[in-house]
């Protein structure tokens, strides 16, 4: 049994994600020449919703960070603490006045990407900004972007199924603060 919530616990940050922010079956711009922002790599620490989370960046290459999120779901039936684990990839697009994160992971029904911005605050801390559910199904509901709105009992999921130019064409047509609105952290450096 044990197992079984261990399992349910590592899916926890991606289903998190999936009733909140739109996911994509394509990269708003492969890996390229870009290279990464190397300021957030180490490891960082915070809360979202009353959840120990942690997280971990480093680069895979001179285009690709890796990311782990571990969260830590309280006392298991053992009285330790219950860590799920979660693996990103991620790469930059340029989106104008800023940089766009592809957070690519993998899913059952294969490579799937959510939508990021980033920022430090003035403390130091690093905040996430998932892209907006609310933007992105105005988009696909008027027909400017191919997608896909399914809704059960928790609620819509909107999955982009446009390619990459209609993608990025998206996020430039629409203010920063607008198309990036769900907000994950602050997380401190450790």
């Known amino acids: 049994m044990h197992a079984v919530l261990r399992v349910l616990a590592a899916f926890a940050f991606l289903a998190l994600l999936a009733g909140c922010v739109p996911e994509s079956h394509s990269p708003a711009s492969p890996p390229g020449d870009l290279g990464v922002d190397g300021s957030a790599l ?5 809360t979202v919703d009353d959840i120990p989370t ?23 039936e053992n009285g330790q ?5 979660s693996h990103y990839w991620v790469h930059f697009t340029d989106a104008g006045d800023y940089y766009v994160l592809n957070v690519a992971f993998d899913s059952k029904y294969g490579t799937r990407y959510y939508f990021a911005d980033y920022g430090f605050n003035e403390d130091g801390s690093l905040t996430l900004w998932f892209m907006s559910e609310t933007v992105v ?49 602050p997380f401190y450096r450790r």
Not at 81 to 85: I, T, V
Not at 163 to 185: K, N, Q, S, V
């Open 42 to 46: 180490g490891d960082w620490a915070g």
């Open 54 to 76: 942690e997280i971990h960046i480093a680069r895979r290459n001179e285009a690709i960070l890796d990311v782990t999120v571990r969260e830590n779901w309280g006392p298991n």
């Open 81 to 85: 603490d219950d860590w799920s684990e």
């Open 137 to 185: 199904t105005e988009e696909i509901r008027s027909g400017r972007l191919a997608g896909e709105i399914t809704s059960d009992e928790y609620g819509d999921s909107v999955t982009i199924t446009a390619g990459p130019e209609a993608i990025l064409a998206m996020i430039r047509t629409h203010p920063r603060e607008e198309m990036f609105d769900f907000a994950y952290g």
